[in-house]
Nanobody, 122 residues
């Protein structure tokens, strides 16, 4: 099982930036993709972005495209989510996840972190 630990959440004003980090205990063929999801109070968990370790292919939700950037440091087994031009509607708990395929589906990811809170004030 892969252990995932997120960090970097916090409180920021609208228009500001935050960078989230997700450190994985190891990489494997069954966990070759990393994703970020978020869940706001009373809402379902939703896809934000994903990246594949092997070729750095990425995918983004339309709501964050152009504002968020997912990247990876393979030497450190760490994935980042750079969030710029933050909006109040970006407020949520952000979760890191690992899985075998590049997907927007929660079910495609078998390992999850504990989550980190991001709050954007207006």
């Amino acid at each position: 099982q892969v252990q995932l630990v997120e960090s970097g959440g916090g409180l920021v004003q609208a228009g500001g930036s935050l960078r989230l980090s997700c450190a994985a205990s190891r990489r494997s063929f069954s966990r070759s993709c990393m994703g970020w999801f978020r869940q706001a109070p009373g809402m379902e968990r939703e896809f934000v972005a994903a990246i594949r370790w092997t070729d750095y292919s990425t995918d983004y939700a339309d709501s964050v495209k152009g504002r968020f950037t997912i990247s990876s440091d393979n030497a450190k087994n760490t994935v980042y989510l750079q969030m710029n031009s933050l909006k109040p509607e970006d407020t949520a708990v952000y979760y890191c996840a690992a899985g075998p395929v590049l997907s927007r589906s929660l079910g495609a990811f078998g390992s999850w972190g504990q989550g980190t809170q991001v709050t954007v004030s207006s």
